[in-house]
DNA sequence: CAGTGGTCTAGACCACGGT
DNA sequence: CCGTGGTCTAGACCACTGT
């Protein structure tokens, strides 16, 4: 008889190795978990561990009563480490720095209005900055901040301290969205990152909000040939 | 006295409103499992899955002896989901489809054969298709795929069945990277999207592995003004 | 060496949701 | 109804790592 499998990684490991074996198809209905613990010789929650793990990382689907099944697409997600500028640069073993191209009051346009769901005369404060890495452009920041819910900001010495800097260490939001896309470079930002107008800059965008109140919206644009990576 | 939390879900939330609330600082230990267990009324090994919890989702740090810290940065972790292209466009309500634009055997481009470690002579099968949202471009793939590793994808059909539902229901990676980005739409691309030569657009690269063999390059192109998004 | 997190166990009860 | 996963407990031992 073989070994008893008594980690919840060996475990996850031999339920995984079936799964890639084909033994259990995609679709499947898997033994239960108290059926699976006597086989493998260990305790239920171990067993309940292993594929809890395995559902959280996509390849099980459970269901109360329903059973455990092979997912039907090994639901490909990726983790993606937001760039905090700073830390991203520095870990490249370049020198950060960063410049504040622009720091006013205005009425931002219409599309981040109404991300932020505010009213047609509200203003914010709008920020543009562009983040250096060994004195070249490395991203190009555009970023409005509502000072209503973020009194403390403006007030703030962005020359010494980028935006994006202060707001996290100070500002922890209970709710975010994350949007990457592509933009065609305008001549302002083509200007700063040193780019041609019109070329295909890889851009990230992020709304925070603390509780029901806005926080800031930003748009992060990096220069053509930038990419972002994760392994799967 | 308050009432015991003996959930890990209401520790989960307890610790994280204290993380909000300032009680404990970024940086700052907080108190062993232990402890907590005692002040919360549970047992340890409830504390345990609520900071595991907490920490896989970047709100804490974790070593042995040395005890759990508030994380200095914050959730800079999100998680994405790859689109299933499929599933995507049907998930909006619109028919799928697709065409296939190309399909032949040649030697790939230096950036690809370098990506998969192929050496110069090799040949690979490339494989150019649009995907179709309601009759509309919705994506532009550039495949190509080593058929030493994948031997049946060379009889395959792809006029019936998209290259990538095949491969997802096939060919399990063991190993895969992606990478997002943007580019200018070259002639050919912007012909197939709908849209000007030179827009930006926004991409997506995978490349996929099983075991030391490499299975698959590819890149979906996404027309002006398509956007990746994901919750915080 | 000793403190802290990491994990396993055996048993119990609960909650969801097919049938 | 009742099978299945979800969770909690109390206790135990282990593994890592700072001192």
Redesign the interface.
């Known amino acids: 008889m073989a070994e008893a499998l008594t980690s919840w990684q060996a475990v996850a490991d031999e339920v995984l190795a079936r ?2 074996r084909r033994d259990w198809a ?1 679709g499947d209905l898997i033994p239960n978990e108290v059926d699976l613990a006597g086989e493998m010789g260990c305790a239920r929650t171990t067993v309940n561990r292993a594929l809890r793990h395995l559902a959280e990382a996509g390849y099980l689907e459970r269901r109360r009563k329903a059973g455990t099944r092979v997912a039907l ?12 500028i700073r ?1 991203e640069v520095e870990a490249r073993g370049a020198h950060y720095d960063h410049a504040l191209i622009l720091r006013e009051e205005g009425a931002p346009p219409l599309a981040v209005r109404s991300l932020l769901h505010l009213p047609p005369d509200r203003r914010l404060l709008h920020v543009v900055a562009l983040h250096l890495a060994d004195g070249a452009p490395y991203a190009h920041e555009d970023r409005w901040v509502d000072t209503e819910t973020v009194p403390d900001f403006a007030t703030l010495d962005l020359t010494q301290q980028s935006a994006n800097a202060w707001l ?2 100070n500002v ?13 470079a305008d001549p302002d930002t083509a200007e700063a990152l040193g780019c041609a107008p ?6 990230l ?2 709304t ?1 909000w603390k509780a029901a109140r806005p926080i800031t919206w930003v748009r992060l644009a990096y220069p ?9």
Chains 1, 2 share one sequence.
């Open positions: 799964i890639r995609p697409n090994p639901v490909r997600r990726a983790t993606l480490r937001i760039p905090v830390e996290v260490q922890p939001y209970t709710r975010g969205a994350l949007a990457l896309s592509a933009m065609a019109g070329a295909a800059l890889f851009t965008e992020r925070t053509p040939g930038h990419r972002l990576t994760t392994d799967l």
